[in-house]
């Protein structure tokens, strides 16, 4: 059973239309959400670290936010340089800690 | 500050061959996490080293293994190199172990033939 799911696996925006992309976990005793991005040929990226529901925190065009069951990732007016993938991770007690990571949700923003 | 660097780039071996892939830390970083990413599979954890020890591993046959030096350099080795293992190899450091705050590599491009 997948701990980790991301939706939409793909998004198409325009430029400056703002939407949000889900992570839905179902980890118990959850140590820390994180959020990171990912460009074609290129590691991942850290962006965000979210520890309990109701936290919020912003870089830039990007908004992260976490409830009890999901987090949110909020884009805000996005330009062509937000296109990237974006992977949601988890980590599991049950499994030392180890991150738990999402498929992605790849986002293409055309001008 | 240099970040995360993997050696090499890409690779090709056959079938039945054995690989070892390289990453040198970020500078003052002591934890060191390798994943494999495929398209079917996604990003999954390999092993973390920290400290020269191996401190957490993931859901992989023993072919894989790994090692860390005492400059916090890792290797990753994977023997008998089967078809499935083309993947991109991913390396992360970072400064404490089971830390989610993590820096990746660029990856080596791994194609068995």
């Known amino acids: 059973e997948d701990q980790v799911t991301q939706s939409p696996e793909a998004l198409r925006l325009q430029e400056g239309e703002s939407s949000s992309l889900n992570c839905s976990y179902t980890?118990?005793?959850?140590?820390?959400l994180f959020w990171y991005r990912q460009d074609p040929g290129k590691g991942p990226e850290f962006l965000f670290t979210?520890?309990?529901a109701g936290e919020e925190k912003e870089k830039e065009r990007l908004k992260a936010t976490l409830t009890k069951k999901e987090s949110f990732l909020h884009i805000t007016a996005p330009k062509p340089e937000d296109s990237a993938t974006y992977l949601c991770a988890v980590q599991p007690p049950d499994s030392g800690y180890a991150l738990n990571f999402g498929k992605g949700t790849s986002l293409l923003v055309t001008p | 500050k240099a970040g995360v660097t993997q050696t090499p780039r890409y690779l090709i071996k056959t079938r039945g061959q054995q690989v070892t892939l390289s990453c040198s830390p970020i500078s003052g970083h002591r934890s060191v996490s390798w994943y494999q990413q495929t398209p079917g599979q996604g990003l999954q954890f390999l092993f973390e080293y920290f400290s020269e020890t191996q401190r957490n591993k993931g859901n992989f046959p023993g072919r894989f293994s790994g090692r860390q030096f005492s400059n916090s350099r890792s290797e990753m080795n994977v023997s008998t190199l089967e078809l499935g293992d083309s993947a991109l190899y991913l390396c992360?450091?970072?400064?404490?172990?089971?830390?989610?705050?993590?820096?990746f590599g660029p990856g080596t491009r791994l194609t068995v033939t």
């Open positions: 992360a450091s970072s400064l404490s172990s089971g830390s989610g705050e993590q820096y």
């Open positions: 979210l520890y309990s």
């Open positions: 980890v118990s005793g959850l140590r820390g």
